[in-house]
């Protein structure tokens, strides 16, 4: 994450947060971001430096003719500095900022196949047990784990793959 990306992401949650719009800005932010990862296209055309910022920030309000005034004013302020490839981290970085400010706590349970509906609940209600924060969890998949799962909340991990224990096993194996 570029410093400059957390720059910009901490002025707009100012500026949002004193217009009381921090949580309309939020959902600006997430879907933005999310149409940037799940398009390449999108995300090639933001990143392109020789696309005209003014086209970018055309293109956007366009695709997204809803957005709040101060996610517009954002869009020209990279357009004045130049800087609208960094729009994807801004997001991001926006997104964390406004989860710390609202007292939710992101936690990321990696599988090796989709976690079910109700297997999440559970993870959120043992998780509750833990913390006086709300939990917000992201499943990411990666088969490579082969089973159990990884858990990461902020900086904390817990690794109960399969993939780990076998590593283990091939550490205690080869001293």
């Known amino acids: 994450m570029s410093r400059a990306a957390i720059r910009y992401a901490k002025a707009i949650i100012d500026i949002a947060t004193e217009s009381n719009n921090a949580s309309a800005v939020n959902n600006d932010m997430k879907t933005i971001g999310t149409a940037i990862k799940e398009n390449g296209e999108l995300h090639e055309f933001l990143s392109n430096p020789i696309v005209n910022g003014l086209i970018k920030m055309n293109a956007l309000t366009e695709i997204f003719p809803s957005l709040q005034a101060e996610t517009k004013g954002l869009f020209q302020l990279l357009v004045a500095n130049k800087r609208f490839e960094i729009l994807s981290a801004i997001t991001s970085q926006f997104n964390t900022l406004f989860d710390i ?16 509906a109700e297997l999440e609940v559970l993870v959120k209600n043992k998780l509750k047990e833990f913390s006086s924060n709300t939990i917000s969890i992201t499943n990411v998949v990666d088969a490579s784990i082969i089973g159990g799962f990884i858990l990461r909340i902020g900086d904390k991990q817990y690794n109960a793959s399969v993939a780990n224990k076998l590593q283990q096993l091939k550490r205690e194996f080869t001293y």
């Open 101 to 116: 400010a609202s007292g939710i706590e992101q936690a990321v349970v990696t599988t090796a196949v989709p976690l079910t």
